[in-house]
């Protein structure tokens, strides 16, 4: 079952503007990840935020995540035409497995040059 | 070596046929996963090997029969699919028991089942 909405479910923007796109979760979780999945082939993973931290980086990317909102955000920033992907955002790691992911719905991204 | 690598990209079979699909991990990983995506659909899981063991069967019908032969590899036996079951099949590795690490994803295989 999925574990919960990304919104928006599409977004189209230009090269060099930011990204955001928004993840809300419905169970407590360890943490909260998200991947990219270029045209429909394998998911590569971008960043990990542990339940106890609010906000991290990693070079063009921040995640913030909101535990008392269940919910979490990704901003790509000064995106580039190679960004375009789906992104999904997915919790889990239940039972000692930290691949056992419920995924969101993903944002299906469009960064036009 | 961060690959997982699942054979044969793509497969298309008919209902009486009996294929399987093929994952290679070398990262050391105990943890091992099936999933499951239908187009513009989000992946679903449905096996997970702990340590060599089927743990999590996510009410996967029987014509999907998981495998894992040692700590490298996962296969997923194939037999009277359906159409419906057409679909992109990733296999995914993790380390088992350590909070907080990430799943390593395969490219996939894109089964259509005529």
């Known amino acids: 079952s999925q574990q919960g909405e990304e919104d928006p479910q599409a977004l189209s923007i230009q090269e060099g503007e930011n990204a955001t796109m928004n993840c809300s979760y419905k169970?407590?979780?360890?943490?909260l990840q998200w991947y990219r999945q270029n045209s429909g082939r394998g998911l590569v993973h971008l960043i990990l935020?542990?339940?106890?931290?609010r906000e991290k980086h990693s070079g063009r990317l921040r995640v913030t995540l909101d535990t008392s909102k269940k919910s979490s955000s990704l901003l790509i920033t000064a995106s580039r035409a190679a960004d375009t992907a789906s992104y999904f955002c997915a919790t889990g790691g239940y039972g000692g497995s930290q691949g056992n992911l419920i995924f969101g719905k993903g944002t299906k991204l469009s960064v036009k040059p | 070596d961060t690959e997982v690598t699942q054979t044969p990209k793509h497969l298309v079979m008919g209902m009486t046929n009996k294929k399987s699909l093929k994952c290679e991990q070398h990262m050391g990983h105990r943890a091992m996963y099936w999933y499951k995506q239908k187009a513009k659909k989000p992946p679903e899981l449905m096996f997970v090997?702990?340590?060599?063991?089927?743990?999590i069967n996510e009410s996967v019908p029987s014509r999907f029969s998981p495998e894992c032969p040692n700590s490298s590899l996962l296969n997923l036996h194939l037999h009277a699919l359906q159409p419906e079951d057409s679909a992109l099949y990733l296999c995914?590795?993790?380390?088992?028991?350590?909070?907080?690490?990430?799943?390593?994803f395969g490219q996939g295989t894109r089964l259509t089942v005529v």
């Open positions: 090997y702990s340590y060599e063991k089927l743990s």
């Open positions: 995914a590795s993790s380390q088992q028991g350590a909070r907080n690490t990430e799943a390593f």
């Open positions: 169970t407590s979780i360890n943490n």
């Open positions: 935020i542990r339940s106890n931290e």
